[in-house]
């Protein structure tokens, strides 16, 4: 697996997405990932899930040094303070002296963005946390929070598939070194894996349609990917991508997708996104 270079920071290429893994069975998959070649691992406040996220980083025996632990500040406690609050809740939570990655999980509309990335840059000066990013922000916002930054955003994690045109978003990234940290990689797993481009690619691969979508993200420079599996025998596959490569006809056929325009997570509090 090859890390992602955003800004000093050095992002493993997949992580494991955490969100609606709950209880042991969440323990026992960071577990299980960790010892089968995962080094990045994505969790949230909001997931409910930080206490077995740490203890399967332990029971794991993979050193605390070669994971990259990320989590997230709900939007709901990103004022000044709050924010405080719940990033250091969350690091007491998952048991550890530092967090690798801590992201504002979305922007609020009444919480002025100014005061929010002052705790976020806090964070980092305290030690809580080695880097800094966003989460869901479009370009308009993420402008605002690189001007208001001390320190250099490393992420910002999107909804990022096939389905959904990102160009903007993964531009405005490029452009200051931020890595595009790709969310729902696989559209949650159903009707994309059925698509053409990707069904024909995976013949000529021999690979699975997942892998091939799991792929087109990392081929792409500055993306990371963090899909969420419950499947203890789909880690392996998650991961094993880093052993054939998609032809650029390939990348354009799985990118011409993007037209159909799919956004997965819409809700009444998402911020106005960029256009197609
Ligand atoms: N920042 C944000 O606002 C935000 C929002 C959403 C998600 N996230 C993060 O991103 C992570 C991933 O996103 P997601 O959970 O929405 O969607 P996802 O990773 O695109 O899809 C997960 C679904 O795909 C299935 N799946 C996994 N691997 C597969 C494969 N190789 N082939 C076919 N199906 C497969 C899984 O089913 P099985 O369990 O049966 O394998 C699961 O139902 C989350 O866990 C979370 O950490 C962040």
Redesign the pocket.
């Known amino acids: 697996m090859h890390d992602v270079k955003a800004n000093g920071a050095s992002i493993p290429a997949i ?7 709950k209880g042991d069975e969440c323990v026992d998959l960071v577990e299980h990932a960790l010892k089968n070649g995962y080094r990045h691992l ?3 406040a909001s ?1 409910g899930n930080e206490v077995e996220v740490g203890e399967g980083l332990r029971g794991s025996g993979v050193d605390r040094d070669q994971v990259f632990v990320t989590t ?1 500040v709900w939007w709901t406690d990103i004022a000044p303070g709050d924010f405080e609050r719940s990033a250091e809740a969350s690091l007491t939570r998952l048991g550890l002296d530092r967090l690798d990655l801590l ?1 504002v ?2 922007p609020n509309p009444k919480v002025p963005l100014e005061g929010t990335i002052r705790s976020l840059n806090a964070m980092r000066e305290q030690g809580i946390t080695r880097h800094i990013g966003v ?2 922000f479009p370009t308009k916002l993420l402008a605002e929070a690189i001007r208001l930054s001390d320190a250099p955003l490393v992420a910002n ?3 990022n ?1 096939p389905y959904l045109d990102q160009s903007k978003v993964y531009e405005a990234c490029r452009k200051a070194d931020i890595a595009m940290v790709a ?8 009707e994309l ?1 059925e698509e053409q481009a990707i069904r024909t690619a995976a013949e000529q691969h021999g690979k ?4 091939i979508v ?1 792929r087109w993200q990392v081929q792409q420079d500055g993306v990371v990917a ?6 203890k025998e ?1 880690l392996a ?2 991961i094993g991508i880093f052993d054939f490569t998609l032809s650029e006809e390939e990348m354009s056929d799985i990118s011409a997708l993007r037209n159909a325009n799919r956004r ?2 819409n809700y009444d509090f998402s911020p106005e996104w960029d256009s197609a």
């Open positions: 992580g494991l997405g955490t969100w609606t893994l994505d969790t949230a997931y997230k992201l999980h979305w989460s869901n994690q999107v909804e598939h969310y729902s990689p696989l559209y949650r797993g159903g894996l699975t349609p997942g892998q799991l963090i899909p969420r599996t419950s499947r789909r596959e998650n997965i997570a």
